[in-house]
């Protein structure tokens, strides 16, 4: 039985989460039934997410539908679980899906120009014609002078497939293009007695930046309004609040029309009887047809209205920061709608057209129409940098490793999550700040971080441990370092359409400002794996914090920085000024390691699918030789054959055959992965050979290379936490284990012992303090007392570090300075570590896994 709790919010409207269970305990098949903390039966959905390599259940997914949430929950396997009182149905017929959650009815149309047709509670019609529109440029908006005309579409769905069909949870993928561009995802979520429906919409780019400007994207209804001018409602989130209005008011007047009147009508209630002198004279009332808000930037939106199209606009007291929900309709029922991260997502825009009318519009702008058109191109002209030769002396100067022609946007994507809600009376205040929260912020069950652990997954780590001076130094540096990313991304604005969940790579002491504007030093793009630092954190913790940071980065990272169509399908741009700027396109970024976390602890389809994109790494690496710039041979891409990385390269390749396997019971994933393995510790220098030659059609390595290559890159990428979880499977290939036990000795060893052992000194050896870890790994396996203590000495003092000298390490104390003065925009809270290291990211890849060491290390 696993005890479950909420993240932070409960959930009301209906919620997905995920259980590990340890290995052997829970069979392929076993049901789970759910209670409440008094015993209560609670109707749970249940499905299997992954297995272990006996086939018992790894992972679990678990939904629950609409109702009153408890405080705890229980889980227990192999009990048959209770059955909702009014189930999700879908049904098919004539190419038409009824979908309905007992509360809900959704119409949708298998192909066509909706998402829905019709939305309907009860017997009454709330809305119809959910649909996605854009609006396209083929210059970019001006900075002055005229206009540039636009093109309007509408989403055109091709196919519809029913993922899942109750009784708890039902899931509808819709798929389309908005005409000729654009291809997108729909997922239409259903919870048993549910009003709400969650919408998770992704697009793809795939337009020529030269001549295509999205210039708008969005989600828009029509809102069925029944009720009189004075009793139809506009709701609108600001930073604290809605805005409240009705269509024709009757508050403020000269005259009155009655305090209850005034009172009903603010509250969103039915008026009742209007005083004669003010009802006599309503048509000369103006009805505001029309409402806009605008969020134009992290720190401000703007509200509007009028009275019809032909007619200026009233400019409304705006604000800050809005919570991105609305509502349209009477007091006879209407529609809520809203974007979570609406304000951290900018520009972004919310509107209400024709309230006045039969049929009211509701728009939700992913990219608001206001703002200047999106534009795609890249950064600069190239400078010259024609040849590999001249590049590579670009990458010297500014880090950036540019080619012409890589720098394109074609085939990034981006995710949203919106919500329609069915509502059969204009909501309170409370209710709409409560569904804005809701969305904000979704509920989740989850685990307690000891029940996680106990079932041995994700390989090696450990609980916080405050036991001692020095493991309380760690957690404390480690609570720091999370707590100064929130502070910058706040601080710094990193946010936007395409920026929010990344943060920054490198800091500039001398401008007192992150390296936005200087090649590889700006977006960090996964570099030295920030989203593994994040998750692990989240697991040992259980801190809804670290989630929602982790969560936000693992959207960013998995959609942005990442090709899903295209020549490089399936690999990642490495860090740059712009997401999709750098040449070198890898696995590294696309590493199905970044995205496991995310996807087994809330069973998020979108997240499945980037792993999916990875079914067959190998091929994916063929697409293009990362070495081409600095090959000394004449090689070129051979068919049949490629040379792999034994770091970032294979990690990646590992991350995703075990995903594969773990979750479908893919025979050709695990045998590639159990394969390559073997072969690793077949080869004369293990891991220390530093590349093999895969054989695409065996899917196994050529095991007669005998050289040394050592990269001060190849296990911050994910290979120590996928080697650890791979021994830990224990999968009955005692060559691996012995490999990388031997490099994690040797990485850091002396140059005496490395000579002797493998006959020279290791070269490029760096980063010490994060290679500490593998020491320390090496140590915890073998019990070898000395060897944790070397594995200390490297974690807390740098010497012989050949590339990069550390100084957050010797610097005791770590403390935030304030930075005021003209050449800084506006005081700035700043670590004192940051501005005399400039390289967080270095401090961060070194001990964003401190937890597996400190456990086992001996104290000093």
């Given at each position: 039985m696993t005890a479950l709790r909420w993240l932070d919010r409960p959930g009301e409207q209906g919620v997905t989460w995920g259980v590990p269970w340890p290995r052997g305990a829970v069979e392929r098949d076993a049901p789970f039934a759910l209670t409440d903390a008094d015993g209560r039966e609670v109707a749970v959905q249940s499905w299997v997410t992954a297995t272990w390599p006996d086939g018992s259940v790894k992972w679990s997914a678990h939904a629950i539908g609409a109702q009153p949430s408890a405080a705890e929950y229980r889980l227990e396997p192999g009990r048959e679980p209770a059955t909702p009182p009014t189930p999700v149905t879908v049904t098919r017929e004539d190419g038409v899906l009824t979908v309905g959650t007992g509360v809900v009815t959704w119409t949708i149309e298998e192909s066509g120009g909706t998402l829905a047709r019709s939305i309907s509670r009860g017997s009454r019609e709330i809305a119809r014609d959910v649909r996605l529109i854009s609006l396209r440029q083929h210059e970019p908006t001006p900075d002055e002078g005229s206009p540039v005309a636009r093109?309007?579409?509408?989403?055109?769905?091709?196919?519809?497939?029913?993922?899942?069909?109750?009784?708890?949870?039902?899931?509808?993928?819709?798929?389309?293009?908005?005409?000729?561009?654009?291809?997108?995802?729909?997922?239409?979520?259903?919870?048993a007695g549910a009003e709400d429906v969650r919408i998770m919409h992704t697009f793809v780019w795939d337009g020529d930046p030269e001549r295509d400007f999205l210039a708008g994207l969005g989600l828009r209804a029509d809102v069925v309004m029944r009720d009189e001018l004075h009793d139809r409602h506009v709701r609108l989130a600001g930073d604290q609040g809605f805005l409240t209005e009705a269509v024709r008011g009757l508050t403020g007047l000269r005259l009155d029309p009655g305090e209850s009147v005034r009172r009903a009508q603010v509250a969103g209630l039915p008026c009742g009887e209007i005083d004669p002198e003010v009802g006599n004279r309503l048509h000369l009332i103006p009805a505001w047809n029309d409402h806009t808000l605008d969020q134009s930037s992290a720190d401000g939106f703007t509200l509007r209205k009028r009275t019809a199209e032909g007619h200026a606009w009233v400019t409304i007291p705006s604000g800050t920061r809005s919570a991105g929900y609305g509502y349209a309709g009477g007091v006879t029922g209407g529609l809520g709608f809203g974007l979570r991260d609406f304000w951290r997502l900018h520009p972004t825009r919310l509107d209400i057209r024709n309230a006045a009318t039969d049929l009211a519009t509701a728009t939700v702008w992913l990219w608001s129409p206001s703002a200047p058109a999106m534009d795609l191109r890249f950064y600069h002209d190239g400078m010259g940098q024609d040849t590999f030769a001249e590049q590579l002396e670009g990458l010297e100067i500014t880090y950036e490793d540019y080619e012409p022609g890589f720098g394109d946007a074609h085939g990034v994507a981006r995710t949203h999550e919106l919500t329609l809600r069915a509502l059969d009376a204009t909501p309170s205040s409370a209710d709409l700040a409560a569904y804005a929260a809701a969305m904000n912020?979704?509920?989740?069950?989850?685990?307690?971080?000891?029940?996680?652990?106990?079932?041995?997954?994700?390989?090696?780590?450990?609980?916080?441990?405050?036991?001692?001076?020095?493991?309380?130094?760690?957690?404390?540096?480690?609570?720091?370092?999370?707590?100064?990313?929130?502070?910058?991304?706040?601080?710094?604005?990193?946010?936007?359409?395409?920026?929010?969940?990344?943060?920054?790579?490198?800091?500039?002491?001398?401008?007192?400002?992150?390296?936005?504007?200087?090649?590889?030093?700006?977006?960090?793009?996964?570099?030295?794996?920030?989203?593994l630092w994040l998750w692990l954190q989240y697991l040992r913790t259980g801190r809804a914090d670290v989630f929602r940071f982790a969560e936000s980065m693992t959207r960013h990272t998995g959609e942005v920085d990442v090709y899903h169509l295209g020549r490089w399908k399936g690999l990642g741009s490495r860090h740059n000024v712009q997401h999709w700027g750098c040449s070198c396109k890898q696995l590294r970024i696309s590493n199905a390691a970044y995205r496991r976390f995310y996807y087994y602890l809330t069973a998020d389809e979108r997240t499945g699918d980037l792993m999916d994109e990875l079914s067959v790494p190998e091929e994916t690496f063929t697409i293009i030789d990362p070495l081409r710039k600095v090959r000394q041979d004449v090689y070129t891409p051979d068919p049949a054959a490629l040379s792999v990385g034994l770091g970032t390269d294979w990690g990646s390749l590992a991350a995703a055959w075990l995903t594969r396997w773990e979750r479908y019971g893919d025979e050709r994933a695990r045998d590639r992965l159990l394969g390559t393995m073997a072969d690793i510790g077949a080869l004369p220098q293990g891991f220390l050979t530093g590349e093999a030659r895969l054989n695409l059609a065996s899917g196994r390595f050529d095991t007669s290379t005998d050289k040394i290559s050592v990269s001060h890159l190849s296990s911050l990428f994910g290979l120590p936490e996928i080697c650890a979880e791979l021994i830990a499977l224990d999968l009955g290939i005692p060559g691996f284990e012995r490999a990388w036990l031997d490099y994690c000795r040797l990485y850091l060893a002396t140059p005496e012992q490395q000579e002797a052992e493998v006959g020279r000194r290791l070269s490029g050896i760096s980063l010490i303090q994060a290679h500490s870890r593998l020491t320390a790994y090496a140590a915890a396996r073998t019990g070898d007392a000395g060897l944790a203590a070397w594995a200390w000495r490297k974690f807390t003092f740098d010497e012989g570090d050949q590339l990069n000298k550390n100084q957050l390490q010797r610097q005791e104390h770590w403390e935030l300075t304030l930075v005021d003065g003209p050449e800084v925009l506006s005081p700035l809270r700043e670590a004192s570590f940051v501005s005399t290291n400039g390289a967080a990211q270095y401090g961060l890849a070194a001990i964003h896994n401190l937890a597996l060491i400190g456990k086992h290390l001996a104290e000093r």
């Open positions: 093109e309007q579409s509408t989403g055109v769905v091709e196919q519809v497939t029913v993922e899942q069909d109750g009784p708890v949870r039902a899931v509808v993928r819709l798929e389309g293009r908005h005409g000729d561009w654009l291809p997108f995802t729909v997922r239409l979520y259903f919870y912020e979704p509920g989740l069950l989850a685990a307690s971080p000891e029940r996680v652990r106990e079932a041995g997954v994700f390989g090696v780590w450990e609980l916080p441990d405050r036991s001692t001076p020095a493991h309380a130094r760690i957690e404390g540096r480690l609570d720091f370092l999370f707590d100064l990313y929130v502070r910058e991304r706040e601080q710094r604005r990193w946010y936007g359409f395409w920026d929010y969940g990344d943060i920054m790579h490198t800091y500039d002491p001398d401008r007192h400002t992150w390296r936005y504007d200087i090649g590889g030093y700006a977006w960090d793009n996964s570099e030295l794996s920030p989203d």
